[in-house]
């Protein structure tokens, strides 16, 4: 449990680092949606071999669905990261 926590605590820092360096101020990788609920949602971010869950309303999106996970904030102190998941158009 130790090397997990130490892990993504490392994870996001990538991600703060890659946020301060973005010019539209989000960093966005591939992720599927693995479980909905009312008013969450749990995906897998693919890159970073990393499951998470976001509140978000899980309209628009489906179990098993790829999707783009959008990173928008990182907050170290607290272990989180805030931003939203946009389903991939049909075409990609």
Not at 71 to 89: C, K, Q, Y
């Amino acid at each position: 449990g130790v090397q997990n926590k130490r892990n993504f605590y490392w994870l996001l820092r990538y991600f703060q680092q890659e946020l301060s360096s973005s010019t539209d101020d989000s960093f966005r990788t591939p992720a599927m949606v693995l479980t909905l609920g009312d008013d969450w949602v749990l995906f897998h971010i693919d890159e970073f071999e990393k499951s998470y869950r976001w509140s978000q309303n899980p309209s628009g999106l489906k179990a098993g669905q790829s999707c783009e996970c959008v990173i928008r904030g990182v907050d170290l102190f607290a272990r989180e990261m805030t931003g939203n998941l946009e389903p991939l158009s049909e075409q990609q």
